[in-house]
Structure formats: C-alpha cells, structure tokens
C-alpha cells in the first residue's frame, strides 16, 4: 500500500492550512493550528486540484483562428479549439506585437498601452509572488509602457472615496486601529449598519490565518456590550445577547441615521465641543437637518415614513448610543448601492456628533464585518512584494465601470469632481479575475466584451470570463506551485509548500508571461534573469531584511521554504486615529481641513450636496418603479466561496439545491406568490432574469430577497422569459450604473425585482464544465 505523502503548509484568503496526498489519492487538510475558527470554505480545496472544469491546453476561439481579430458578438458563443503551448505563445506574441507590445518601450513617445486595458482582481492566490494582478501589471508595463488600469474596488469604492475626501485614508485608518481588542475590552453599544455577517470575516486578501471575530463579539457580550445590528435580513448579525435589530427598508439606512442626528440635535445631546475641536462644516449639516435650507425637517418621523422603522425606536437607540460609550460601524454592503457614499458619511457624521471618538471603543469603523483582518492590530515589518515596474499610462477608469469604457470610447464621465474620458481599448487582457461574477447587468457586459480587437484571458478553469476570451491560458492554482502567504494585519508569513503537481499541462502565470515577453524581445526587462524560486528569494529578502533589524528570527530563504510559518511582529501604537484625537493640530487628518469634514467643498464642487443627505436611489421599495417590479433584491457575499471561486467546491455545493443557487425570500411573500420551499423560482427585471431555487426564512425583511452572488453565469433563451441565468447568478439582473458621479462605484448590492414561481419545466443547471464550450 502505498504510504500517504507528508503534511505540507499552505494558505489560502480564507486561512492557513497543512494538507497531503491520502493513500486514495484524495487531498487531506488540516486547519492551522493557532486559528481559532476554521473557515468551512477549507472543504472546497480538494476540488481544486482535478476537477474537470480545469484547463488542460491552451485554446483559442474558432471565430477568431478562422477570422482574425476584431470585435465579434458571438464571444460567449463560440467554441474553443486546443493548441499546443508554442504555438499558443507564438501566436499571441504576433497579436500582441500588432497592437504595438515591442521591446523598446522606455523610450517611447506613444504608448500603446493607452488601447490597452489590464484587468483582473486580484483574488487570485494568496500567495506575494503568483499574485495575478501583479504578473499582469508588470508584463504590461514591460511589453506596452503600461496599460489603462482600474482603482477602487467593486467591493468598497463609494465608502473609499468619499472617506477618502472627509476623513483620509479608510485603508490606513482602519488598518491601523485596533477595533477588535477595544470591542472586546471597551466599547459599551455597537451600532452596526449592514450587520455584523461573520461569513464575510472568514475572508482577508493574503490570508486570514486567525479569525478572531467572533470571540472578540463574545467577549464584548461577556462583559455586558450591547450590539444594534441594522439590517433588513436579521441574520447580518448572530444573535448575542444584548442584541437588538432594525430591519429598515433595503437604502433606507442614511433616512435612519438623519432622524437619529436630528434627535441628538434638538435635544442637545449633540457634543458640541468635540463637534467644534474636530470638525468643520457641522451648522451648515445643521441646516439640513432641520429643515432650514429645504423646508423638510429630518425627524424621526420624517425618517419612519421612509425606512419603515418605528419613530420610537430610531430615538430610542439615539439615546442609548449618547449615553454610553459607542461605536458606530458601517459595512461595505451599504455603499454598494445607489448614493452610496452617504450612508457612510452620514455614520462618520453621527459618530461625531456622539463625540468620545477618542476613546477606546468608541468613534467610527468602515468595514468592520466586511473582511476578516480590519480591526487586528498592523503589522511592523513590510511584506515580500513583486515591483510591477512603472506605468507610464496615465489613463484609468473606476474599476465597476469596464462595460462603459468598452462600449462608449470617448465618452465622458467624472470622478471625484474631475471630467475624464473613456479610453478606446483594442485589447483586453485578463489574469486571475472573472468579471462575469462580480460585474452588474451581465447581458451588457457580453455586449462590452464583443466589442475589443482581442480579449485574452488566463485562468485555471473554464469560467464565463474565459468563454469570452479569443485566447486561453490554462494556470495552476495555489496549491500547484510555491509561493508566500502573507495578508495585512495577519501576524504570519507562510512558506506555501507545492501540494501537487500541475493539472494537465498548466503553467504558472509567471512562465506565461516570461515566454511572452522573450517572444516580444523584452524577456530580460521582464524576469530580471530570475525564475520563480529566484523572485521569490528576492522579495522574501525584504521581511527577513526587517525582522532582522529588529533582532526578530529571520531564517534564511532555504530554512523559510521548509514549510514554516514564521511570527510578524504587530505595532503597539495609537495609530493615526488616536494621534489626531490628541492633538489635531500636529496631526491632522489628510483632509483639506485637516479635520473630519461634515461638509465638504470639494464633493459639492463635484455636484453633490456638500454634507452627507438622502438621496432617494432610483431602484428601492418607496421608488414608483417598485409597482411594476415590487421586490429587493439583496445580492450580497456568499457564506460558502470566495465570490465565485470553487463553487464546485463541496462546501459550496452544499449551498445549493440541486446544484442551482438559493434564493431566500420571507414566509408572507413566499404565501402570497404560491411559493414553497425547494420550488424554482424566476427572479426578472428590464435587464434579465435568473433562476433560483426558494428557501423560505423568518430572516428576511418583507419585500425582500435574497440572492448571493457567484454562481457560474449559464445564460439560456429561456421561452417566456428571455436571457435567463439558469444557476442564479444575480448579475444578471443587478444595474450597472455607478454609485453616483463622484464615486462611479458598484451599485450592485440592490436592484428592484420580479418573483414568479416557474411553472414550465425548469431547465437543468449548467454544470462547472460546460461553461466553456470545447471542441
């Protein structure tokens, strides 16, 4: 019998993990051993390594081997033809020196890399150095002078940017605040607008090795915290004792906030002293507040008319939260949406307006509940990086606006206050992302991607993304090569140990690339002469460099590879958030006043109202569109994958029902549609339909339902209905417009919907491997 293989170290965003090849061959894990709470998302590894959705060679597609490039609607239609590796290289060397990739571009006067965008998210390993997005940004740069790239993120832009202009760096703010240690030792009332969803915690870009936060709630509950968790499904937060819930209307959040502001004014429990020390703009808030510049007092009232929350309950908790010390956190859901930005700006805003944001556990938080490593102490060394070289392209977009860039060159828009133009994008190169889970309205998105001269994509499995592609490369995933693990704010850096061997004949991004580049005639530029081992000694040089001025451990490279998991040290410090709080004059914030700003210039400069206000979205329950389409649609993180990835894995196929995505919807509404459970149900609009099979829940508000996102994108003509995704895939009824014109940010957490019961037969589920059609 042959002996099973060592326990090998690995990681993963969801967490660190030991596994080995069983005596079956089967792929045994093992959870770190200092993590507290294992993410279950651990049990979608093994289905990584040789599931047949995997890419074996790489492929081209027949409309574009037989006709060249250009733009082509029957991208998402057409078949894939495998090649061999040269030949695959060769050809896209020649289409990458067509749309002007040449070896000299350092001294180029004309960039061609302007037509160029470079996607992809990121997502894609935990591992510093087969980090996709980076491998792409640095061939890129090498071969083209850059690319139009993307900033912000779908997940948090509207909160980023506009904190960004009112409060300074959220990224380094929080970051760099202790939350979590002060929640648990601290803080008297958590108010958390969106919940508190602990199954967005399981998640940190890099790796989340411990998950600590849970305990820290609990801790809290031990000591006698109360917890406000606002939020239209009541499991958004685990119930704790001390809880309380408010279920407004989904985009209702800023009305309640208003008419929480407006009691804490008019009863004087506003601190005017921390108001007046560290803010500006607050009397001309105060003007809106009460009516004075509108005629439209914010009462409670006011707001219960609008949110569907009881006037006593929202200055009840106005009350409860002035007399204890506070801390208000607001979730990256919120600003996925319509206006997005204001629900954040007015939770900073009602913050300060309760003062003590000095103090432990009291103040603001954005994102606490959205990913695992906010609210864990920073770390003091730096992590091993890959340089992406200089991109020499001035030219980006708002990532969440890719279909506008591709279907409107020329067209213009604004971003923070400043007039831009989209690019014409000739080529599209894709590593390590899939916009066809994470993009809105996904019947425009294929209309966007028809239109580019080529689109090439690299990916380890045959997704949607890659069956719009012109060229496939197949990748390895994590778990086929060596790397090193390392996330912000987790205290470990992981010798990520090779599992298994590559599937089929798959490369690493990084030898892609590098083929390409030699191909191109800037090889050398690329690589620098180093192969993968060569890279990663060099970027580990950089931590061990640190640790050693500390006098920390700081094994050479060699010793490192053996599957260590080496300790960082975390900084003991105030952070920039306190430093401010004792002196805002020495330390201001990086705001135009160097204080939070509860009015800001430069948003209204920008066309917006110039402190944070309710802007009533286009698509919620109190709009005039809610007659023809009556419900919400909540298309929110999923508890068992990583947005889409593995979804074939086992966990996330426990998720489903009979293997298409659940939908969850109230018993009332559920009655009153002729639904039960388990049936399969159309969820439509104007943009398109999905289908999903019906889980009734006491957990969500009426007029509700809830769809998580990732299901694999399987458009069908569905007779009666159009365009239907049949695994339910929300996207493909979610809008793709931007948050507002500051932002331009994803605004694809609420869209207005139908729901039918489906009385036709239902259509069978895509399976994983049919995505992508082979020949």
């Known amino acids: 019998m042959t002996e099973p293989s060592r326990f090998r170290q690995h990681s993963s965003h969801w967490g660190a993990f030991r596994a080995r090849r069983g005596v079956d061959g089967a792929i045994e894990i093992e959870p770190f051993v200092d993590d507290p709470e294992p ?118 832009a509207a909160g980023t940017v506009i904190l960004s202009m009112v409060w300074g760096n959220s990224l380094k703010l929080n970051r760099d605040h202790p939350y979590l240690a002060e929640l648990a030792t601290d803080t008297e009332l958590l108010i958390s607008f969106g919940g508190l969803p602990l199954r967005n915690t399981a998640i940190s870009p890099g790796g989340n090795s411990q998950h600590s936060v849970r305990q820290a709630l609990e801790d809290a509950a031990a000591r006698g915290c109360g917890f406000a968790s606002i939020s239209p499904i009541a499991d958004d937060m685990d119930a704790l004792p001390g809880l309380s819930r408010l279920t407004p209307r989904p985009g209702t959040d800023v009305a309640l906030m208003l008419g929480m502001a407006h009691h804490l004014h008019t009863t004087g429990r506003a601190d005017r002293a921390y108001l007046d020390h560290y803010t500006t703009g607050y009397d001309r808030f105060v003007g809106y507040l009460t009516g004075e510049t509108d005629g439209v007092a914010k009462t409670a009232d006011w707001a219960a008319a609008i949110c569907d929350v009881p006037a006593d309950e929202i200055t009840a908790l106005a009350e409860r939260a002035s007399k204890l010390r506070t801390l208000i956190n607001v979730t990256y859901s919120l600003q996925r949406a319509e206006n997005g930005e204001q629900p954040i700006w007015m939770a900073l805003t009602l913050s300060a307006m309760l003062g003590r944001c000095g103090e432990a556990g009291a103040g603001f938080c954005y994102g606490l509940g959205s990913i695992g490593n906010i609210g864990k102490p920073p770390l003091e060394v730096p992590l091993p990086t890959l340089p992406p070289g200089k991109n020499r392209v001035c030219d980006f977009i708002p990532c969440a606006r890719i279909a506008e860039l591709l279907l409107h060159p020329g067209k213009s828009y604004t971003y923070m206050g400043e007039t831009r133009h989209y690019a014409d994008i000739r080529l599209v190169y894709w590593a390590g992302g899939n916009p066809f889970h994470h993009h809105q ?313 139908s729901i039918e019961r489906l009385t036709s037969k239902a259509p069978p589920v895509v399976p994983h491997v049919d995505i992508l059609r082979r020949v």
């Open 441 to 753: 309205d996904l019947t425009r998105l294929t209309d966007a991607f028809a239109r580019p001269d080529t689109i090439i994509v690299h990916d380890s499995v045959g997704t949607a993304t890659a069956n719009h592609a012109d060229i496939i490369f197949p990748t390895t995933v994590t778990a086929e090569r060596e790397d090193i693990g390392a996330g912000g704010n987790d205290p470990f850096l992981i010798a990520m140990e090779q599992l298994a061997a590559p599937y089929g004949e798959a490369r690493d991004d990084f030898e892609i690339f590098a083929g390409l580049a030699e191909r191109i005639g800037c090889g050398a530029a690329f690589s620098e002469g180093l192969d993968s081992n060569g890279w990663l000694k060099r970027i580990y040089a950089v931590t061990q460099q640190a640790l050693t001025a500390q006098g920390l451990p700081a094994p050479d490279y060699g010793t490192f590879r053996q599957g260590m998991v080496l300790s960082l040290p975390t900084r003991d410090t105030d952070g920039d958030i306190r430093r401010f709080h004792s002196d805002p004059v020495a330390h201001p914030l990086k705001t135009p006043s160097g204080r939070i700003e509860i009015f800001s210039e430069r948003v209204a400069a920008a066309g917006l109202p110039g402190h944070p206000a309710w802007i009533a979205p286009l698509e919620w329950l109190g709009a005039s569109s809610a007659a023809e389409h009556p419900f919400q649609l909540v298309a929110n993180q999923p508890a068992s994958r990583l947005h889409s990835q593995l979804d074939f894995g086992a966990t996330s196929l426990g998720s489903k029902n009979a293997g298409r995505e659940v939908a969850r919807l109230n018993p009332a509404d559920a009655a009153s549609l002729g639904i039960s459970d388990g049936d399969v149900i159309r969820i439509w609009n104007g943009r398109g339909a999905t289908l999903a099979s019906a889980l009734l829940s006491d957990a969500i508000r009426s007029g509700v339902v809830q769809l998580a996102t990732g299901a694999w994108y399987a458009p069908i003509d569905l007779a009666g209905s159009g365009r239907t995704c049949v695994n339910g895939n929300p996207n493909a009824v979610t809008s793709d417009i931007g948050a507002s014109i500051l932002s331009q940010g994803c605004a694809g957490q609420l869209s207005l919907v």
């Open 39 to 156: 993410s279950a998302l651990l049990g979608n590894i093994a289905a990584s390594l040789d599931h047949p959705a995997r890419l074996r060679r790489p492929m081209v597609r027949k409309g574009w081997l037989e006709n060249g490039p250009g733009p082509d609607m029957r991208r998402g239609r057409d078949s894939y033809i495998e090649i061999d590796w040269d030949a695959a290289l060769d050809l896209t060397a020649r289409e990458l020196i067509r749309l002007g990739a040449r070896p000299d571009m350092a001294d180029a006067d004309t960039l061609p890399g302007a037509h160029v965008f470079g996607g992809s998210y990121g997502w894609a390993s935990a591992g510093r150095f087969h980090h996709a997005q980076s491998q792409l940004h640095r061939f890129l740069n090498t071969s083209f002078g850059g690319y139009v790239a993307g900033v912000d993120t779908y997940s948090s």
